[in-house]
């Protein structure tokens, strides 16, 4: 089958899927904030995510018992549910202190249908795409991915004055309920071949032994934990502390349809582009671990801007004018006489918009890289165990960004924000030195 045919299925069903992260990791951090949660509450706030934690529970259920393709169809069927069920319940009140206990648990069974999909989408792509195609079909897996988050964060952000908790919900179910169809109907989804099945499952120490022995396994799993340390600190548009330093710019007086438009639209536009510019590079025969050696170089250079732009934004001399930073007005001053300081508060709006920028850039190329080796170390394993591999690979992926993430508000709540984006910076270096170590297999 000609590799558009795969990819297409594949890009509306890896949109529809970020649409939930979307939901919970830009709109939600950005409403709790402004009503006054402090960071501690709206990174803890991150729990749930828990159930992509737990993967590797129904991963070999989705392995071994019945087709892909239905499990794909009734997770994704599921979140449309789910999201019905939410378009009937009231959203937290202006002076509320946390969700409400139903939209939260209802969030949870979001997160956890939406990680049974995930089992059975990667599933999908792992056996689909040759090893010729892995790097345009990650391309796309983050792209489209990311494309949904955007829509479900900045595009909500943006609209949701004007559109009621009840029809935004509605319209997500609709989104959900066409993408089951799509996974039910789809040629190449119909035409995948199914490996024959194990005639004794195997027992939980086995299982776990055999995916430790798949060559590279062991490599990969400690740097997936770690690539994004440093990034998921002092960054945005990903899992871990994602959020952070957008609120720091909300806390610093932009206004929040104004964080929502670069946070939300224009930044991940760029983590798109980052992405796309990963496909391109690796179908020009570019091998992951060579190219992860440069874009970490370019990342820790990025990083150490936008700690240095914090530090500024830290002062108690800078302060954005709400509503102005769209205008190019800059950030006010405290006293009359400006001065040079005149021409660094106007040029300061900018280099926080280029730093939103340029994290996106070279986050998503990073990502992208780092999901074509993931994958292509999940394909050294046998395809009855492929997707339990992949499962397994993606769930620490996710631990590594959402432990910094998790402890990210009360690290600058405690720290400060100085110190905390110093601490992310020096952690950024680790997966530089963790390279070194990489296994022939993966070359």
Known sequence: MAMRGKLLPLAGLYLVQGLPY???????????????LSLTRVGLARALYAPWLFK?????????????????????????????????LPPAGAGGAALPVPVAALLLLLNLAA??????????????????????GNTVQVVAYKLGAALASGGLLALLPALSWTLLFLLLAATYWLAAALAWVA?????????????????????????????GTLW?????????????????????????????????????????LWNGVGA?????????????????????????????WFRLGGLTYQTALLFQLNSPRANPVPGTVLRGEGWATAGRSLGSWALLTL????????????QHLLGGLVT???????MRCSQLAPSALQATHYSLLATLELLGKLLVGTLAGALADSLGPRLCFSLFLALSATPMLYLGFAPSALA
């Open 347 to 358: 040029t300061l709006p900018g280099a926080a918009l280029l730093s939103l920028c340029l």
């Open 187 to 215: 040629p190449a989804l119909r035409q995948l071949p199914v490996p024959p099945p194990s005639a004794n499952p195997r027992p939980s120490l086995r299982l776990q032994q055999d995916l430790l022995a798949v060559p």
């Open 22 to 36: 979307g939901l919970q990791s830009g709109l939600l951090p950005v409403l709790l904030r402004a009503r006054g």
């Open 268 to 296: 991940v536009l760029c983590s798109i582009a980052g992405s796309s510019l990963g496909g391109v590079l690796l179908a020009r025969h570019w091998q992951p671990l060579p190219l992860l050696r440069s874009v970490l």
């Open 56 to 88: 590797l529970v129904w991963a070999p259920l989705v392995d071994t018992w019945g087709s892909p393709r239905g499990w794909l169809a009734l997770s994704t069927a599921a979140l449309g549910l789910v999201c019905g069920l939410l378009a009937t």
């Open 115 to 136: 990680a049974v999909q995930d089992v059975a989408l990667d599933m999908l792509a792992v056996r689909l795409l040759e090893p010729a195609e892995l790097g345009p």
């Open 220 to 260: 990969t799993a400690g740097f997936v934990l770690t690539y994004k340390l440093g990034e998921s600190g002092s960054s945005t548009g990903e899992q871990g502390a994602s959020g952070l330093f957008p609120l720091l710019l909300l806390d610093s007086g932009i206004s929040t349809p104004e964080l929502g």
């Open 368 to 374: 992208t890289t780092t999901f074509t080796m993931m």
